[in-house]
């Protein structure tokens, strides 16, 4: 569900390529800016609820980091 969610923010937002969007994948991989990174957070909070300090997003290099942290709180 988030993976999936966050698959249509990178493709939308981010013009990243569906396929390339996978658990394993980092934000470097990616070429996600530290801007488009927050902006994403900013939007998977209103969407979730669960808040992600500046500290948090600098803890999740990959997705599956991210996506791991707000389904460990949902």
């Known amino acids: 569900m988030v993976l999936e969610t966050l698959r ?5 937002r981010c013009a990243c390529d ?3 969007v996978r ?7 990616l070429n996600i800016t530290d801007r488009e990174k927050s902006e994403l957070a900013v939007t ?4 979730y ?3 992600l300090s ?4 600098k803890d999740c ?3 599956e980091d991210l996506v791991g942290y707000i389904e460990d709180r949902l």
Not at 8 to 12: A, G, P, R, S, V
Not at 44 to 47: A, G, N, Q, R, S
Request: proline content about 0%.
């Open 8 to 12: 249509l923010l990178l493709t939308d």
């Open 18 to 20: 569906g396929e390339e």
């Open 23 to 29: 658990l394993a994948a980092t934000f470097d991989e």
């Open 44 to 47: 998977l909070e209103e969407l």
């Open 49 to 51: 609820g669960v808040e």
């Open 54 to 57: 500046s500290d948090t997003l």
């Open 61 to 63: 290099d990959t997705l």
